[in-house]
């Protein structure tokens, strides 16, 4: 766990999102419970494969490849606890939603032959859906009424924090820190853009 003062500049960092998501979400979230613990257990499970995924297509890079293969257990840890909290209230996992969010942030990745473009864009995808959820934790930790789920999203709160750090940390190994700056800065941009184009439910995470 991190110690406060360090969590207060992760958090800040989180403040890096260009439009804060909106207050009524929370009211929304809470009368969802079945559906955003089932929406959250797939983001965790999704975070894992993404990073398995990582470390198959960059495995010469093996600062990439040691960094990573500990957040695979990680995610993994969180998708465990999510089912159990699914388990211990008598509901079922469900299906997987079709995640508009994440689709319309691939939509945004740089493909083609150009390596370095490319991982550039999908670690800060990944930095950026890590900064999203974070966010949205701490907002559910934060206005949640009932204290024991308070305290269950804010675990995974301090852990997101970490988890977008090390995306931009890796970046920065790899590509030029201005270049990962400036990119990161178009990808906040565009983030922002589609966050207003998405409906506000109480069924999902982003
Ligand atoms: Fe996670
Ligand atoms: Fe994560």
Redesign the pocket.
């Known amino acids: 766990m991190h110690p406060e003062h360090e969590l207060s500049q992760d958090t800040k960092a989180i403040l890096g999102l260009k439009l804060p998501t909106d207050p009524r979400w929370v009211n929304l979230a809470e009368k969802s419970l079945e559906e955003i613990l089932t929406d959250h257990a797939y983001c965790?499970q999704k975070?894992a494969t993404s990073c398995i995924s990582l470390i198959q297509r960059y495995s010469r890079r093996e600062e990439l490849v040691h960094a990573l293969a500990p957040?695979v257990t990680?995610?993994w840890g969180?998708f465990r606890l999510v089912l159990s909290e699914l388990q211990k209230r008598g509901l079922k996992l469900g299906q997987q939603r079709k995640d508009e969010y994440v689709q319309a942030l691939l939509d945004f990745q740089i493909t083609g032959n150009a390596e370095e473009k490319r991982l550039l864009d999908q670690l800060l995808t990944m930095a950026m859906i890590?900064a999203r959820?974070c966010e949205r934790f701490k907002r559910l930790s934060d206005g949640l009424e009932d204290v024991y789920m308070k305290n269950f999203y804010r675990r995974f709160m301090e852990?997101?924090a970490g988890?977008?750090t090390l995306f931009i940390e890796l970046a920065e190994l790899y590509i030029d820190k201005e270049k990962v700056r400036k990119r990161w800065n178009e990808w906040l941009e565009y983030e922002a853009a589609v966050m207003k184009t998405i409906t506000v439910r109480g069924d999902r995470i982003h």
């Open positions: 965790e975070a957040i990680e995610e969180h890590e959820s852990s997101e988890h977008y």
